[in-house]
């Protein structure tokens, strides 16, 4: 008898390394840690339904408050997961959630950018590993009403007729890698506000300086007007950095950065 459950209690000891290496590979539904009731619609309309975990490694940060919600900071890290084939942010209580799609490429899957929100909400980053799962990381943010449905303050006073499609760019050495920060002028219209249509940029590749493709992204109108972007590029890209980006009525941005020395 004692043997019998000396062998039964060996058997069990054997299986639990397995049962936990199961659990930590589930991507059953989980409990959403920031309690959104519009999570599920957000897997279901923002990640197509595809598997998804809550995931640490997957790191946002941006204000818990601000005072303007047409400009909100955030800075994405996902880097602790190892390759990363998509990278996505959305909030979830805006009108228009998904703010851009972000396939990294060359790039390290890191992304800094101002976005709207159109009340307190959950803004959320995901990011697709290549088993085709999402690991997904938020942050709440509380917000005063309307970022998304407002007009900006620079709406009727800038003169977009000579600013539209402007872009500026620096590249650094920092930490081994060199970084990126772009600008590209354009109002970034909604569509939520009266009498001014949906107007944005939906488009923005990087291309090496032998003209090979690093990256691309994917935007949307919940971008902040004139959107600065900043990326962590391999410190052996080679230059000029070609920049091109377009907007939803079709028109071609283009500028040349110089790399670095």
Known sequence: MRRAFLCLLLSLLWLLPTAAHAASQS???????????MWNVMQRNVLHGQPAVFDDRVRISLPRQVED???????????????????????????LPLALRFTPGSL?????VAIRVNQATPVRAAARTADGVW?????????????????????NTTDWALLQGRLYGRL?????????????MHPMDTGLVG???????????????????LAELALEAPLAESPLFTFELPADTAGPLRISAGDSDGNLYQATIRGLP
């Open 135 to 155: 690991h997904v990381g938020g942050q709440l943010v509380d917000a005063p009403g309307g970022g998304c449905a407002l007009p900006t303050p620079t709406r």
């Open 27 to 37: 991507t059953e539904p989980q409990h959403d840690p920031l309690q959104s009731v």
């Open 69 to 95: 919600g047409q400009r909100v900071p955030v800075s994405v890290d996902a880097s602790a997961l190892g390759q990363v084939e998509e990278l996505l942010l959305f909030a979830d209580y805006n009108p």
């Open 172 to 184: 650094w050495q920092q930490d081994g890698l060199q970084r990126l920060r772009l600008r590209i």
């Open 108 to 112: 390290r899957p890191t992304l800094a």
């Open 195 to 213: 009498n001014t249509p949906r107007f944005h940029l939906n488009r923005l590749q990087l291309r090496d300086g032998a003209g090979q493709p």
